[in-house]
């Protein structure tokens, strides 16, 4: 299959280096390269995976944050 992409002049020339290098084709190598970057992506954690944070016990809540009227005078207490 044809695709077009576009690369910086620099990416280029040290893609077409590292073929010749490997006794590859252009297109052989970069088809090698994207293999192994999916690769590697699909055996690192994802950002999916869970956090475990610390719990704490703290006792008994201090307000009733359901009761608005005690929880209204608890956050208007400034002393």
């Known amino acids: ?3 077009t992409i ?3 002049s620099k990416v280029l020339e040290a893609a077409k280096q ?3 290098l490997n006794d590859l084709t252009l ?3 970069v088809e090698e390269v ?3 970057a999916l690769k590697q992506a ?3 954690p994802q950002q999916t995976d869970s956090i475990f944070l610390p719990v704490f016990d703290c006792g008994p809540m201090l307000v009733d944050i359901d009761d608005k009227d005690a929880l209204w005078e608890t956050l208007d207490d400034r002393s």
Request: hydrophobic letters at 20%; zero cysteines.
């Open 27 to 29: 297109s052989s190598y």
């Open 18 to 20: 590292q073929a010749k």
């Open 6 to 8: 576009n690369l910086p």
């Open 34 to 36: 994207i293999r192994t």
């Open 42 to 44: 699909e055996n690192s």
């Open 1 to 3: 299959m044809r695709t």
